[in-house]
């Protein structure tokens, strides 16, 4: 079948997208900022979607949207609002981050000049039905040892946390 | 509207026929029936519940009480709508829109019968697990937004419990996923092995992959499909926040848990939400395990006969209802106090009657006996969710924990490989 | 939230709830929850308050803050006759209210030096044991319900209905009987009462059965009760624990049988006991007591001896200067009075020792280090009526 109105889809879906990360950042309150979040997860599964990548969508509301933002809530629920919406927090550092913006921004000026050459103008078609079994392909035929170290790598990282975390276990 | 008509004689979902108009129309029915069962949902709950308690349940609004569900949503319409002072007001207020939009979102996908959904999306199932979880995300705002100390606690104990369980619940999934790629028929030599294998997470292919392998997939690789559905099935009562895993609203110790400040309307959305997504994971598990829309014995009682005769059962079904309301109706005391009552609960059996009689006619009757048995599937859930709650006690918040990690999701993983394992060799 | 709570007027502060030493340090520096359970509270069964310090869900500190049903009943009595007074002791456990008032007129009549004549001391008994049957039942319901099984309260109260119209039919009244008077009962039992006693026995002995096939072998009941709230026998002989609750810690004390009082002494029966002193073992001790119960009332209507009912008292009541203590076996525990007269016809000081009130202070013993959870299920496996603890 074919898309339905993308241009409007894809814009609707990019303003949703970067007015919630500003979002983000810019409320006080952190739970606000995590709510904030899930739009901008969502309204990426939805671009995900336009991209003909369904699984990557479904992968994205049910891991990051479902699971990781829940866990971010969850942490955040027992800090103490009042305490955390008084503390001057990374302000001081504006430079860095005026520096590191302007870094980025560059390399997305970058990436949008020189890319138009290097990557082809329109998205490569995979049969929409076969998109898991692609995704499924790639990462248990293909590119096996680098999924595996990536795997083990979140283990590493799991265990650390426990252990910091935990005094005894 | 030649593309509305058309429609009628393609055999596709709305959605993959691009008939927008008819997506619209779905949805709308869609939406008005699972109102209409959570309705029937509330007043059936309360009906067999009290049966199982030795006591009559509602009997006043209504013969037998039948009006007595749309009785309580009037009040809770009109009662007043409280926001605590100190809430957070644009979380309090945004956290039941969260949980009823998820919880009616899952039914884009739910396939009724092979034509009825609103959409065939080739990632259905993980699309129904990925916005299910969501409706923890409004139970966790719900509770952080009403700035009460139970509320707190009762979503602390939600968002736990749902990211547990969700990993047991995916598990379980995978392995009916992975049936549909694979052939053969296990031990006991249940289904037909020459079938096709697609491997697919469609929820309209998963049950014709249940059609093509001759076996609904609770029965394939004996134990195997058993144990998964088991996991599932119990996973799915956590999931829903229901006893015996209702600790988030375990009235006994946290009052209301998660929706204590909550009142009249925005309440009744918790409610209505609750019961949604009940008949939400129900339908997966039927879909996945149950067959979905199929009717009992597709091969084996196969042939025209058999058809009509399974067609009639709709029908049948009305009937009964039918002639349960009529006898009560002549049961009823003879006494001018019960005039009313006894006429509307027999204008309610003859409309059953009636409802029976159009069934019968021969193109509805094709046509909604898919639905008819996937819903018959789903009514058995429903019963087993009453079950639970008027048998067992509330576990506890690491009792439940345990459980979860320590045994649904080692099972799960366990029978995940051992399938895997079946139908490779 | 700790200002608000010491804004109220109450005895208590938090400041009182120190984390003890040896508990667990809490978790990554999350301050303490402080949940303030109760008064108005689904499950402390009627307005007690208790105020937990938890961290997350594990509960560190607990106090218990009564009083919110003090009706003064102890002072109502120094200016009321004794017999006037006979009413108002049925108010305080209302659950077991014949219970209250067979400990009274003991009372009394000891202090006058008078005694029950024998029937009236058989149907005294009778009544006894059936008011420990209705408090039993209704202890089980609610402490099911506390624990999230919602279906056995409505059989256990199905049931209970019918010791509640052999009351009705014996009295009048079916929650605050007032049942008995000093020196006996006032009323001869109505033309059939053994043939109604011994038929609810019959009744309600599958039903016993049937609540126990409900709750004994389940699996969650089981995980959510043992081991929950353990109380060790010397904690509760220090405590001054009595009741089931001292008898499923394995010591085997029954006042009925430690120091026979109304008939109790002519009838065989058995005092169960459990090991562990848990909620599960309270459970079993308290349906084990239905049976026994059962058992004595079967005894006791076969064996109704003739007579009077009330026995001889002196119209205005004039005790001699003096003091007594009296206590029986109330459901709960031990249910003692002790009155001081001085010579006029009322009665100069009475102390009521409630079992509920002693029991309560084993709380916070019982739920340390447990969850949210177990509070519930341990106020529930104390079996307290707060009109006793408040009196």
Known sequence: MDPVATPYFFYGLSAVAVLSAVGVIMRRNPVHSAIALIFTLLSLAGLYLMLYAPFVAGVQIILYVGGIVVLFLFVIMLINIERMQREYQFNKQWLVGLLAAAALGALFVAVYVKGQSIFPQHAVR?????NTQQVGKMLYVDYLLPFEIASLLLLVAIVGAVVMAKKRI | MADFSNYLNSNLTPGQAGAHLWVVIYILIIFAAVSLAVIAMNWLERKILAHMQVRLGPMRVGPHGLLQPIADALKL????????????????????????????????????????????????????????????????????????????????????????????????????????SLRGTGVYGIGSPTADAIGTLSMIEIVRAQMNQHVWFVFKFFPLGLAAFGI???????????????????????????????????????????????????????????????????????GDAWDTAFSIFPAFTFFVLAGMALRTTVRMPKHPYFKIQKAGLGVFGLLLGGIGLVLLVPPVRDRVQDIYWFAIKVAAFMYLYIWYRGTFPRYRFDQLMRLGWKFMIPTGIGVLIATALVGVL | ?????????????????????????????????????????????????????????????????????????????????????????????????????????????????????????????????LNRIASHQLWLGTHALDIGAITPLFYTFRDR???????????????????????????????????????????VTPKVDEYETLLTTNRIWLERTKGVGVLKAEDCIDLGVTGPVLRASGVKWDLRKAQPYAAYKNFEFDIPTGQNGDTYDRYLVRVAEMRQALRIIRQAVDSIPEGPIMGKVPKVMKPPVGEIYHSIEAPKGELGYFIVSDGSTQPYRVRVRPPSFVNLQALSKMVEGALVADVVAVIGTLDIVLGEVDR
């Open chain 3, 161 to 203: 209905e019918e010791i509640l119209k052999i009351f009705e039919k014996y009295c009048g009244a079916r929650l605050t009987t007032h049942a008995f008077r000093i020196g006996g009962c006032l009323y001869e039992t109505y033309d059939g009462f053994e043939q109604d006693v011994k038929k609810f026995c019959d009744f």
């Open chain 1, 126 to 130: 995979f049969p929409e039905q076969l």
């Open chain 3, 1 to 129: 939230m700790a200002d608000i709570l010491k804004s109220e007027q109450s005895p208590s502060s938090v400041e009182h709830i120190e984390a003890e030493k040896g508990v667990d340090q809490p978790f990554l520096d999350a301050t303490e929850l402080i949940l303030n359970m109760g008064p108005q509270h689904p499950s402390t069964h009627g307005v007690l308050r208790v105020i937990l310090k938890l961290d997350g869900e594990k509960v560190l500190n607990t106090e218990c803050v009564i009083g919110y049903l003090h009706r003064g009943v102890e002072k109502i009595a120094e200016h009321r006759t004794y017999a006037m007074f006979n009413p108002y002791v049925d108010r305080m456990d209302y659950v077991a209210a014949v219970s209250n008032g067979l400990g009274y007129c003991e009372a009394v009549e000891k202090l006058l030096n008078v005694e029950a004549p024998p029937r009236a001391q058989w149907v005294r008994t009778i009544l006894t044991e």
């Open chain 2, 232 to 302: 599932f099935a119990i996973a799915m009562v956590a999931e829903t926040n229901r006893a015996p895993f209702d600790l988030p609203e375990a009235e006994s110790e946290l009052t209301a848990g998660f929706h204590t400040e909550y009142s009249g309307f925005r309440w009744s959305l918790f409610f209505l939400a609750e019961y949604a997504a009940m008949i939400a994971v129900s339908s997966i598990a039927v879909t996945l395990w149950l067959g979905g829309w199929l009717r009992p014995f597709p091969h084996w009682l196969s």
């Open chain 2, 77 to 180: 319409l009109i009662k007043e709508d409280i926001i605590p002072e100190n809430a957070d007001k644009l979380v309090f207020w945004m956290a039941p829109l969260v949980v009823v939009i998820t919880a009616f979102t899952t039914y884009i996908v739910i396939p009724f019968g092979p034509t009825h959904a609103v959409t065939d999306m080739n990632i259905g199932i993980l699309f129904m697990l990925g916005v299910a979880s969501l409706g923890t995300l409004g139970i966790i705002m719900a509770g952080w937004a009403s700035n009460s100390h139970y509320p707190l606690l009762g979503s602390l104990r939600s968002s736990a419990q749902m990211v547990s369980y969700e990993v047991a619940m995916g598990m379980a999934a995978v392995s009916a996923i992975l049936m549909t």
